[in-house]
């Protein structure tokens, strides 16, 4: 019998644990700034703190100064309140301390650390890779690692030149610059981004080049482009510059031939040619003909980037030797 009353007691107990509410776990108290929470316009961050259950009121302290009394309307339960947003001019560590209904701190302070340059953008990746040749207007896409409210792009080519355009950003880090316009010939981009926190690291430095309209340019996957505006030969390959040298063109007397030449094998040579010559052939399907005009050294390297030769294109005596050695034989030039 006290047995069987002893195992109907047990029953009813476990039946009454099973079905009592769980007592409510008071939450650890703890400050932190989400990256919601941060306003990258403003420089401003909010912070949030979860506080126990008995804590009437919340104060937040920076460097020993109240910034903000929180009042906790129900202290019996645990919960989460936020800050106004405050302003982050200088790295900073926030305390948040509770306090009971009579003032008495009912847990020690908690802290949070917010540096701005862990929140300024990262040195941005630049898409484009370098050596491409863009139109005169193009865009530009970079990333970065935190939002970017702003940017400054130079392109230091013949002139240092700030490029202004229309910037958008996107909460991924994603910048797009559109309507830029680069300079004729060979620019170095370079290109930095800020916020409120701060401003980036450069991003690489990335050499593009603007040759005018691409319609304009051979459809070949491999040429040579002798551009007398620019004063430069460029070895291009599927859309991007290789290689690009500085040169010298004919005088107005005996200018450069216009125009599409094959380029023949280097031949060796000296004085006024340099150590290497390169002939340029007019061509129709396979027959070639000599034009008597070559790609070369020369013993006047003053001359480089002015008008000065017979018609010739010449290079630094340093050049013609790697363009012997990269470009291949037969490649296609354009002369314009």
Same mark, same amino acid.
Request: hydrophobic letters at 45%; one cysteine or more.
């Given at each position: 019998?006290n047995?069987? &009353?002893? #195992?109907?007691?047990?029953a ?10 769980? +007592? ?25 703190? *979860?506080y ?9 302290t ?22 106004d ?5 200088v *790295?900073?560590t ?12 009912? $847990?020690?302070?908690?802290s ?9 953008? @990262? ?6 890779r370098?050596?491409? #040749? ?19 792009? %130079? ?10 355009? @229309? ?7 994603l ?12 620019? @170095?981009?370079?290109? $930095? /981004? ?5 401003? =980036?690291?450069?991003?690489?430095? +990335?050499?593009l ?5 691409? !319609?304009?340019?051979?459809?070949a996957? %491999? ?11 460029? *070895? ?19 200018? @450069? ?5 094959? /380029?023949?094998?280097?031949?060796p ?10 002939? /340029?052939? &007019?061509? =129709? ?17 003053? =001359?480089?980037?002015t ?7 010449r ?9 012997? %050695?990269?470009?291949? +034989?037969?490649?296609?030039? #354009? !002369?314009?």
């Open positions: 019998m047995i069987r &009353r002893s #195992l109907i007691v047990a009813l107990l476990a039946a009454a644990c099973a079905t009592a509410p769980a +007592v409510a776990q008071a939450a650890a108290p703890q400050v932190s700034v989400p990256a919601d929470k941060i306003d990258y316009s403003a420089g401003t961050v909010t912070l949030v703190v *979860d126990p259950a008995g804590t009437s009121r919340v104060d937040l920076a460097a020993g100064q109240l910034l903000q009394s929180i009042a906790i309307a129900d202290p019996s339960t645990a919960g989460t309140c936020s800050s947003p405050a302003a982050l001019k *790295d900073t926030f305390l948040a301390q509770g306090f009971d209904g009579t003032g008495q701190s009912v $847990w020690s302070p908690v949070v650390s917010i540096s701005r340059v862990k929140l300024r953008p @990262t040195a941005p990746r630049i898409a484009l370098g050596g491409s #040749l863009i139109e005169s207007r193009f865009t530009l896409t970079a990333t970065t690692g935190h939002p970017a409210t702003g940017y400054l792009i %130079r392109a230091a080519g013949f002139d240092d030149n700030v490029l202004k355009g @229309t910037c958008t950003t996107a909460a991924d880090g910048v797009v610059l559109a309507g830029l316009r680069l300079p004729y010939g060979p620019e @170095t981009v370079r290109l $930095w /981004l800020a916020n409120a926190f701060g401003t =980036s690291a450069a991003a690489t430095r +990335v050499n080049f603007n040759l005018g309209a691409k !319609i304009k340019l051979p459809k996957a %491999r040429y040579v482009l002798v551009d007398k505006r620019s004063m430069s030969l460029y *070895d291009v390959f599927q859309g991007r510059v290789l290689h690009y040298f500085p040169v010298a063109v004919g005088t107005p007397q005996t200018p @450069t031939p216009n125009g599409y030449f094959k /380029l023949g094998k280097a031949q040579a000296s004085g006024p040619w340099g150590p290497l010559r390169r002939p /340029l052939y &007019r061509f =129709s399907g396979s027959h070639l003909r000599p034009t008597g005009f070559y790609i070369h050294g020369n013993d006047e390297p003053w =001359s480089i980037g008008m000065a030769s017979h018609g010739c294109v290079m630094f005596n340093a050049d013609i030797r790697l363009v012997a %050695r990269y470009v291949p +034989v037969w490649a296609l030039v #354009l !002369i314009r």
